[in-house]
T-cell receptor, first 113, second 110 residues
Framework: DADVTQTPRNRITKTGKRIMLECSQT?????MYWYRQDPGLGLRLIYY???????NKGEISDGYSVSRQAQAKFSLSLESAIPNQTALYFC????????????FGSGTRLTVV | EDQVTQSPEALRLQEGESSSLNCSYT??????LFWYRQDPGKGPEFLFT???AGEEKEKERLKATLTKKESFLHITAPKPEDSATYLC???????????FGKGTKLTVNP
């Protein structure tokens, strides 16, 4: 089984719908992140959480919300999806402390029509 | 503002034709430079971490090097299976969040 699991793998939704992307990890890491990736723009940080009670906005948090249900689970919600939120979404985890890289999930491809 | 710039954006090589990818960065107090490989539709996969100028890491046909301003990913005698997008990232100054470059898409033709 993958260390970082994202569900669903693919999703098509309509404009205005609420949608939740889920991430779970077996790495035992305290830190979790949500990124989106768009062609030509690279990976951009949406939200991050350094522990269950610590949630922070990233550079592009507008239109998104998150929930850290447990150390192992971090969900991303789009309250009212819009077409420019069509992208590839990645969850990542890391150990606490400086200098540790991230482990990424396989991604969720979201299309908003 | 901390920045990570990768060049070229895309690179086409023939099998066996060695080359290098560049990652230049501006960040105060480097606390790690990371290289990732990403296949289409998949998550980035960790390759290397470099912490100080002069450091080198190798894995199969890949070798990463680091100076005070940039890092190179050298690919020796590449094979078609090396085709992927290669990303570099550094920790944003004063924080523990990684900031990524936009990547170099490498295509190796047989």
């Amino acid at each position: 089984d993958a260390d970082v699991t994202q569900t669903p793998r693919n999703r098509i939704t309509k404009t205005g719908k609420r949608i939740m992307l889920e991430c779970s990890q077996t790495k035992g890491h305290d830190r979790m992140y949500w990124y989106r990736q768009d062609p030509g723009l690279g990976l951009r940080l949406i939200y991050y959480s350094f522990d269950v009670k610590d949630i922070n906005k990233g550079e592009i948090s507008d239109g998104y919300s998150v929930s850290r249900q447990a150390q192992a689970k971090f969900s991303l919600s789009l309250e009212s999806a819009i077409p420019n939120q069509t992208a590839l979404y990645f969850c990542a985890t890391s150990e606490t402390g400086t200098g540790y890289g991230y482990t990424f999930g396989s991604g969720t491809r979201l299309t908003v029509v | 503002e901390d920045q990570v710039t990768q060049s070229p954006e895309a690179l086409r090589l023939q099998e066996g034709e060695s080359s290098s990818l560049n990652c230049s960065y501006t960040v105060s107090g480097l606390r790690g430079l990371f290289w990732y490989r990403q296949d289409p539709g998949k998550g980035p996969e960790f390759l290397f971490t470099l912490y100080s100028a002069g450091e080198e890491k190798e894995k199969e046909r890949l070798k990463a090097t680091l100076t005070k301003k940039e890092s190179f990913l050298h690919i020796t005698a590449p094979k078609p299976e090396d085709s992927a997008t290669y990303l570099c990232a550094v920790f944003q100054g004063g924080s523990e969040k990684l900031v990524f470059g936009k990547g170099t898409k490498l295509t190796v033709n047989p």
